[in-house]
Nanobody, 126 residues
């Protein structure tokens, strides 16, 4: 049984930082392209960041570029999202996703995850 379990969310003031983690089990982690998405009530899920299987290539939404960093540790079956300079508009539930397919810069925002985590709430106060 495949599971993706996110953690690290919480309440932080604007300008602060959080580090999200997503631990995978039940799959061969280094065979999966990994991504982070977020969703707020009443809005569609939004691509945030993604990382290639070996971790050498990363992708970011324009709204988080320069503030967020995605990384992975294949030995720990974990993907991370370091979020700095947080803004109130970053408030959302953050989900990690695993995909058997790989993506490029032209289509990464359309990444369709084969597996999804349950989400972790991030709230940024002004």
């Amino acid at each position: 049984q495949v599971q993706l379990v996110e953690s690290g969310g919480g309440l932080v003031q604007a300008g602060g930082s959080l580090r999200l983690s997503c631990v995978a089990s039940g799959l061969t982690f280094n065979n999966y392209f990994m991504g982070w998405f977020r969703q707020t009530t009443g809005k569609e899920r939004e691509f945030v960041a993604a990382i290639s299987r070996a971790g050498g290539i990363t992708y970011y939404a324009d709204s988080v570029k320069g503030r967020f960093t995605i990384s992975r540790d294949n030995a720990k079956d974990t993907v991370y999202l370091q979020m700095n300079s947080l803004r109130p508009e970053d408030t959302a539930v953050y989900y990690c996703a695993a995909s058997r397919e790989s993506y490029s810069g032209s289509n990464v925002a359309t990444m369709a995850g084969d597996y999804w985590g349950q989400g972790t709430q991030v709230t940024v106060s002004s």
